[in-house]
T-cell receptor, first 112, second 115 residues
Framework: GQQLNQSPQSMFIQEGEDVSMNCTSS?????WLWYKQDPGEGPVLLIA?????ELTSNGRLTAQFGITRKDSFLNISASIPSDVGIYFC????????????FGGGTRVLVKP | GAGVSQSPSNKVTEKGKDVELRCDPI?????LYWYRQSLGQGLEFLIY????????KSGLPSDRFSAERTGGSVSTLTIQRTQQEDSAVYLC?????????????FGDGTRLSIL
């Protein structure tokens, strides 16, 4: 089946830093979505991307739908402590109907 | 309600018992999805509904798992004869329609623990 490789698996941030994470797929996706999940809660939608090449911002977050339709990245600028959490990419593939395939997540932690 | 509501939020049960998990989608959302999330992992698709029909059940792990939706609203996911490997967080999502351009919004999940 379709798989999404998300990297890095974890990262430490210092307040004010810019951070970046990405997802790649072996097959083409119609839609890329980025979610954030805090402990004990469900994933919250951050950004949705629907067209190849699309670059979309939501406050300090910016995400792009890769031209090849097989990858996407999420950037967080000027990180703050509440950016801590797990970020998931998700995609809807050509033959996947309406089910989402999720990456394994990027755990964002604060530098001690 | 304002968001997707799931109940119970936590469920602990003994191996071999049956469990029912409930999902109340966002009002007006015709599509409803069930996912499973094991500890520290991404989400795994189980089944989705368009109205009361389930066009894709391909993610249900075994015939012990079933789901239904009535009245185009509330859905229940039933796990019969639970096993320890069923322990996970079960998440429900809904969207306006079952189209790839309609984002899915998630509830907070039911944390299921099988003893």
């Amino acid at each position: 089946g379709q798989q999404l490789n998300q990297s890095p698996q974890s990262m430490f941030i210092q307040e004010g830093e810019d951070v970046s994470m990405n997802c790649t797929s072996s097959s083409i996706f119609n839609t890329w979505l980025w979610y954030k999940q805090d402990p004990g809660e469900g994933p919250v939608l951050l950004i949705a991307l629907y067209k190849a090449g699309e670059l979309t911002s939501n406050g300090r977050l910016t995400a792009q739908f890769g031209i090849t339709r097989k990858d996407s990245f999420l950037n967080i600028s000027a990180s703050i402590p509440s950016d801590v959490g797990i970020y998931f990419c998700a995609g809807n593939g050509l033959a996947a109907g309406n089910k989402l395939t999720f990456g394994g997540g990027t755990r964002v932690l604060v530098k001690p | 309600g304002a968001g997707v509501s799931q109940s119970p939020s936590n469920k602990v049960t003994e191996k071999g018992k049956d469990v029912e998990l409930r999902c109340d989608p966002i009002s007006g959302h015709t599509a409803l999805y069930w996912y499973r999330q094991s500890l520290g992992q991404g989400l795994e698709f189980l089944i989705y509904f368009q109205g009361n029909s389930a066009p894709d059940k391909s993610g249900l792990p075994s015939d012990r798992f079933s789901a239904e939706r009535t009245g185009g609203s509330v859905s229940t996911l039933t796990i019969q004869r639970t096993q320890q490997e069923d322990s996970a967080v079960y998440l429900c999502a809904s969207s306006l329609a079952a189209n790839s351009n309609q984002p899915q919004h998630f509830g907070d999940g039911t944390r299921l623990s099988i003893l």
